[in-house]
């Protein structure tokens, strides 16, 4: 089975510092990778996901993700964040070709300083 | 609007009671998911359907039941047999077929035990 790991739980920031979340996965196969992020009160929406082709993928609000197969990781950056950027994030995979859900990492706290 | 409808909003559950979870989507979507969510843990997968009359046991179905009847309707009966149901229950649901689509989520149900 595959499994997802983020390096970090809790990220506190400054507003217009540059961001990093790292997520690696383990599984021998070909995946597809999602961001999703939990803002305050909101429900878990998409924030960019990567199946195949140019290993950096952009998302929405200005996010990026770099796709490294050598490394099993998929992180997240951001050149500079805002306070609205304050929220949950998560790394998730599913197996390619799979239709058996997501399996998720535990999810990176941020929280932006203004 | 399309999206997905998860009620209640809260539930309290007393020992050894059974109680329902309700999620509806009116977005035609084929596949449908339980996750449920703890602090610090992330989302993991309870059930999955990829179809109406059909559905899949995820990495922690112990103590759970679902059932897929309509296409819109999803289900989720947390049973006595479940020692731990205190968590934050997500329902998803996406277009289905290859784990490529994302998938898009409701705002969730919190139960408690009393």
């Known amino acids: 089975a595959q499994s997802v790991s983020q390096h970090n739980h809790h990220v506190i920031l400054s507003e217009a510092a540059s961001l990093e979340l790292g997520c690696n996965y383990s599984?021998?196969?070909?995946?597809?990778l999602f961001w999703y992020v939990q803002y305050p009160g909101q429900h878990l929406q998409l924030l960019l996901k990567?199946?195949?082709?140019?290993?950096l993928v952009k998302g929405i609000k200005g996010f990026e993700a770099e796709f490294i197969k050598s490394k099993f990781s998929f992180n997240l950056r951001k050149p500079s964040v805002q306070w609205s950027d304050t929220a949950e994030y998560f790394c998730?995979?599913?197996?390619?070709?799979?239709?058996?859900?997501?399996?998720f990492g535990k999810g990176t706290h941020l929280i932006i300083q203004p | 609007d399309g999206g997905i409808t998860q009620s209640p909003k809260y539930l309290f559950r007393k020992e050894g009671q059974n109680v329902t979870l309700s999620c509806e989507q009116n977005?035609?979507?084929?596949?449908m998911y339980w996750y449920r969510q703890d602090p610090g843990q992330g989302l993991r997968l309870i059930y999955y359907?990829?179809?109406?009359?059909?559905?899949q046991k995820g990495d922690i179905a112990e103590g759970y039941s679902v059932s897929r009847e309509k296409k819109e309707s999803f289900p989720l009966t947390v049973t006595s047999a479940q020692k731990n149901p205190t968590a934050f229950y997500l329902c998803?649901?996406?277009?289905?077929?290859?784990?490529?689509?994302?998938?898009?989520f409701g705002d969730g149900t919190r139960l408690s035990i009393l």
């Open positions: 998803a649901s996406s277009i289905g077929g290859t784990g490529k689509q994302p998938q898009h």
């Open positions: 599984y021998g196969g070909t995946v597809n």
């Open positions: 990567y199946f195949s082709g140019d290993p």
């Open positions: 998730a995979v599913t197996r390619g070709g799979g239709a058996d859900g997501l399996t």
């Open positions: 977005l035609n979507h084929d596949a």
């Open positions: 359907s990829q179809i109406v009359n059909d559905f």
